[in-house]
Nanobody, 115 residues
């Protein structure tokens, strides 16, 4: 019912920026919490940022001053602007949409930050 397609990952030097995008199909985007998780090798998947249907958002402490999540309901798209990237941000980033029966997930996009 819901499909999520991510883009924008890549290789960037420390201190640089990337903008991730996630486009959703389906009709429930505008009423759903959407956002991003990430998972690095050997680490547990962690919530990076989420934005609720009322526009409120939350961030992991490690990214709060550097990342910004936003959504465009007209485009069924959620974005993650990542600035001042650090090598510790290297991970696969997964878009999610919180549906009635649980989360839908994107395929993941690799972000690699070199030192």
């Amino acid at each position: 019912q819901v499909q999520l397609v991510e883009s924008g990952g890549g290789l960037v030097q420390a201190g640089g920026s990337l903008r991730l995008s996630c486009a959703a199909s389906g009709s429930i985007f505008s009423i759903s919490t959407v956002g991003w998780y990430r998972q690095a090798p050997g680490r547990q998947r962690e919530l990076v940022a989420g934005v609720r249907r009322d526009g409120s958002s939350n961030y992991a402490d490690s990214v709060k001053d550097r990342f910004t999540i936003s959504r465009d309901n007209a485009k069924n798209t959620v974005y993650l602007q990542m600035n001042s990237l650090k090598p510790e941000d290297t991970a696969v980033y997964y878009c999610y949409l919180n549906g009635f029966m649980g989360n839908y997930w994107g395929q993941g996009t690799q972000v690699t930050v070199s030192s």
